[in-house]
């Protein structure tokens, strides 16, 4: 009984101790979240714990809608406060300071304030997390992958995944509406896991992978993920404080996996392939090749093992899901307007059916669909940076050391001061007449200044060699199933599709 009066008094100093705890965590919360308002910033109040974004943690609403939320609720300011759990963040939406911020200050926003952590989860600590010089000289040795010269020597990899799409559709063609989301997802999945890890990706052959059990994990994250998801993404802080894996242990196993056995396989055959995992190769011997051909070294950047399988997580895990969610928003959009997609139809079949890479990128309407799917569907739907010194804002405001910076890009691309009838999907806002017309630094799928996202053009390489295969031979139609309009899926980081994306395909007469 002694014992037991001993254990049951532990555990009421311990639950004492924890109120009290919580206690002071609310009264500092409390005097916290009147942050904003002792700047004199307007501001969305918060609540605790979870500050401004308690809806996005519970999967209640979506990181695009609330990023969208918050930029309308700042109707005409130039920014507006919110809290990110007890961390006090702000919403850029004057295009001027938007662009001292990714461009004109750069040096000052140079990192993403996005939590990695190395020692715990290796794979965290990729090329779109890591900061500082690290991420300067990394990001230096990476871009090679993709100049005119590589992407045309990857270009007939992606086109064989893009045949593979053609034969797939036309199989589930005889047995009604296709589920779009599900198609686009295997052909995004097979073209970078090809690149990236060196792999048959087997997606239209298998029901599901390997592969694509690991990349479910955070194209439709659980509860739990999806919370460890916003506390590194916006609450770095806690996340650091509590050495949170932003990667599942099965997730890394997986990766580590693939990428020393075709590291392994590569070396010992001496096989060399023009795509994403040789270049990392290389860079793990020390190896960089210049454009003659001549083997020069450079002692700056020399990766491990753990190194290079998180760039290849990355690549693919970020590569797979944005490629694929444009390309079903085109097609569904394709379908809603018919007369946008009989024009392209009859560019397409000007330029005649085997395209090359040159050709493709020549094509100035499928260049302005694209252009605009990703307007009215940014598959990134914000973008941020972190402060690295206190920031004097045009007005004199401040905004202090260590506060992360969100652009909405969501919130502009549907201003309709900025673009004007923006839920009409209209490809001529970017034709040669019209795309002067749009603002500087309003249209930003896919970032801008020096954290541009590396993989741009590969990844619009993929998305029109994939329209422009699948229009050789079809014609896409809504059916009773299709969504009008589309929900928004609430649990996931990217801009995609709740549910299927049914449409119908018609074999085209020529």
């Known amino acids: 009984m002694a014992v037991s009066f001993i254990f049951d008094g532990l555990w009421v100093n311990v639950a004492i101790v924890f109120a009290v705890l919580f206690a002071i965590m609310y009264v500092f919360s409390v005097y916290h979240f009147t942050y904003w308002k002792s700047k004199g910033i307007p501001y969305i109040s918060g609540t605790f714990p979870f500050g401004s974004i308690g809806n996005v943690v519970f999967q209640k609403t979506s990181l695009t809608e609330i990023f969208l939320d918050f930029y309308n609720k700042a109707k005409n300011e130039k920014y507006i406060g919110f809290y990110s759990f007890l961390e006090p963040q702000i919403v850029i939406k004057d295009l001027a300071?938007?662009?001292?911020?990714?461009?004109?200050?750069?040096?000052?926003?140079?990192?993403?304030?996005?939590?990695?952590?190395?020692?715990?989860?290796?794979?965290?600590?990729?090329?779109?997390?890591?900061?500082?010089?690290?991420?300067?000289?990394?990001?230096?040795?990476?871009?090679?992958?993709?100049?005119?010269?590589?992407?045309?020597?990857?270009?007939?990899?992606?086109?064989?995944?893009?045949?593979?799409?053609?034969?797939?559709?036309?199989?589930?063609?005889?047995?009604?509406?296709?589920?779009?989301?599900?198609?686009?997802?295997?052909?995004?999945?097979?073209?970078?896991?090809?690149?990236?890890?060196?792999?048959?990706?087997?997606?239209?052959?298998?029901?599901?992978?390997?592969?694509?059990?690991?990349?479910?994990?955070?194209?439709?994250?659980?509860?739990?993920?999806?919370?460890?998801?916003?506390?590194?993404?916006?609450?770095?802080?806690?996340?650091?404080?509590?050495?949170?894996?932003?990667?599942?242990?099965?997730?890394?196993?997986?990766?580590?996996?693939?990428?020393?056995?075709?590291?392994?396989?590569?070396?010992?055959?001496?096989?060399?392939?023009?795509?994403?995992?040789?270049?990392?190769?290389?860079?793990?011997?020390?190896?960089?090749?210049?454009?003659?051909?001549?083997?020069?070294?450079?002692?700056?950047?020399?990766?491990?093992?753990?190194?290079?399988?998180?760039?290849?997580?990355?690549?693919?895990?970020?590569?797979?899901?944005?490629?694929?969610?444009?390309?079903?928003?085109?097609?569904?959009?394709?379908?809603?307007?018919?007369?946008?997609?009989?024009?392209?139809?009859?560019?397409?079949?000007?330029?005649?059916?085997?395209?090359?890479?040159?050709?493709?990128?020549?094509?100035?309407?499928?260049?302005?669909?694209?252009?605009?799917?990703?307007?009215?569907?940014?598959?990134?739907?914000?973008?941020?940076?972190?402060c690295l010194k206190d920031y004097t804002l045009p007005d004199g405001k401040i905004i202090k050391k260590g506060t992360l910076v969100v652009i909405s890009v969501i919130g502009m691309h549907l201003d309709p001061k900025l673009f004007p009838n923006p839920e009409e999907f209209d490809p001529e806002r970017f034709s040669k007449e019209n795309i002067h017309k749009i603002q500087p630094y309003s249209y930003l799928p896919f970032g801008e200044g020096p954290r541009i996202c590396i993989g741009m053009r590969f990844g619009k390489m993929q998305i029109k060699l994939a329209i422009a295969t699948l229009l050789s031979r079809f014609k896409f139609e809504t059916s009773v199933k299709t969504p009008i309009p589309i929900k928004i899926e609430k649990k996931t980081i990217t801009y995609n599709a709740e549910g299927g994306m049914w449409l119908q395909v018609i074999q085209r007469k020529k």
């Open 97 to 386: 300071i938007i662009k001292n911020v990714l461009v004109k200050d750069f040096s000052n926003f140079v990192d993403r304030g996005v939590y990695f952590n190395e020692a715990v989860d290796p794979l965290s600590a990729h090329l779109f997390a890591i900061e500082g010089l690290k991420w300067k000289n990394l990001r230096a040795k990476l871009s090679p992958t993709f100049t005119s010269s590589k992407m045309k020597k990857m270009f007939s990899t992606a086109k064989e995944c893009a045949v593979e799409l053609k034969n797939y559709v036309e199989k589930l063609s005889s047995k009604g509406d296709i589920d779009f989301k599900d198609v686009t997802g295997r052909y995004g999945l097979d073209v970078i896991s090809s690149v990236a890890l060196g792999l048959e990706g087997n997606n239209f052959k298998n029901e599901n992978t390997d592969l694509r059990k690991v990349a479910n994990m955070f194209s439709a994250p659980s509860t739990l993920q999806m919370f460890r998801f916003t506390l590194t993404l916006s609450a770095k802080f806690i996340a650091k404080l509590m050495q949170m894996r932003f990667v599942p242990k099965a997730v890394e196993d997986y990766y580590m996996h693939v990428v020393k056995e075709n590291t392994e396989y590569r070396e010992n055959n001496n096989i060399k392939r023009d795509d994403f995992m040789q270049l990392l190769i290389d860079l793990k011997n020390n190896k960089e090749f210049q454009n003659n051909g001549e083997l020069k070294k450079d002692n700056q950047v020399n990766l491990t093992l753990e190194e290079m399988a998180a760039q290849s997580f990355v690549f693919v895990v970020g590569g797979f899901e944005t490629t694929s969610v444009t390309l079903g928003f085109c097609l569904y959009e394709l379908a809603l307007n018919p007369h946008i997609q009989d024009k392209l139809i009859d560019e397409l079949d000007e330029a005649g059916s085997d395209l090359s890479y040159d050709v493709l990128n020549q094509l100035p309407y499928l260049d302005m669909v694209v252009s605009e799917t990703l307007r009215k569907y940014p598959p990134v739907p914000t973008l941020q940076r972190q």
